[in-house]
């Protein structure tokens, strides 16, 4: 193996064993288990854009017992992103609540960290509920849209402020789009792992992300922290290892293209002298 990777090799390695935050990888919250616990803001403009197509994705872990606890709201039920898979709400209707009960499917991962998406089309007036890549629960019927308003608060970790329907788990790279995600991509998000920020086609409809989130203040108890996730540290090392290749064969163009341009100055100086 070439000197310098060797020595970048041992230098990453040396840094997933110090206990240092690793490159990239995703910050968390863990949110305590109570009513005070939350963050909640008035986002940017850009919210305004999913009024008639919307999705919001997340990683979750570990949500509270409380059957209502709620992750993430735009204006309360306007768009509610429900914490243990069930209540998800989208627009005005009161019946647009969806599942009434928790999936088998969705109980059985909510101790470990499981991904989920909340997508919403005006135009098929349905809404669908995804985790781990797969369609749990749908919502057909649905009238109105997504309402916006310059005042409309997001709150994450809870309904409301102060509301008794509190998430009280952990939560990572949540971002909102202003677009209704397929199938495909949302399975797309759940296969990229959650080892690194998200990284995708969908990045020009996304109009909250999950750094504008950890931004903002937080109220009680939320915990910041970087999951520890063992395969996440090999895929860290797989791409430090793709950076420094790719910039060897970069380098090495050059030594070539300098190689070429001394050979062909010698060789013009060499005419020059046979000129002479």
């Known amino acids: 193996m070439n000197t310098m990777l060797t020595i970048v090799c041992l230098l990453v390695l040396g840094t997933l064993g110090s206990g240092d935050t690793l490159p990239d990888r995703l910050q968390a919250l863990k949110f305590g288990r109570n009513e005070d616990s939350y963050i ?33 709201t735009y204006n309360g039920h306007n768009f509610r992103l429900a914490g243990r898979g069930m209540y998800n709400h989208v627009g005005s209707s009161s019946s647009s609540y969806f599942p009434s009960t928790t999936p088998s499917s969705v109980t059985a991962v909510l101790a470990e960290w499981h991904h989920v998406c909340l997508t919403f089309s005006a135009a098929s007036k349905e809404a669908k ?5 797969e369609v ?44 209704t995600l397929t199938g495909e ?3 797309e998000k759940y296969m990229a792992g959650m080892c690194f920020q998200e990284r995708g086609s969908q990045e020009d409809s996304k109009v909250l992300s999950w750094n504008d989130v950890l931004k903002q ?5 939320v915990t910041e922290f970087v999951p520890p996730i063992p395969h996440c540290e090999v895929m860290v090392l797989k791409e430090e290892m793709e950076e420094l290749r790719d910039q060897e064969t970069t380098q090495n163009k050059k030594i070539e293209d300098l190689i070429e341009e001394v050979t062909t100055l010698r060789k013009c100086q060499k005419k020059c002298k046979s000129t002479d």
Request: aromatic share 14%; glycine share 10%.
């Open 185 to 187: 991509e949302v399975q």
């Open 40 to 72: 909640s803001f008035v986002p940017g403009m850009a919210i305004s854009q999913i009024t008639h197509e919307a999705s919001v994705c997340a990683w979750l872990k570990n949500p509270s017992e409380n059957k209502y606890s709620t992750v993430f």
């Open 129 to 133: 509920y995804y985790v781990n890549g």
């Open 217 to 221: 203040p937080r109220t009680g108890s």
């Open 136 to 179: 749990v629960a749908t919502k057909s019927a649905i009238s109105g849209t997504i309402s916006y308003g310059s005042s409309y608060k997001v709150t994450v970790g809870n309904f409301a402020p102060g509301s008794s329907r509190y998430y009280g788990g952990e939560v990572t790279d949540l971002n909102v789009y202003s677009r």
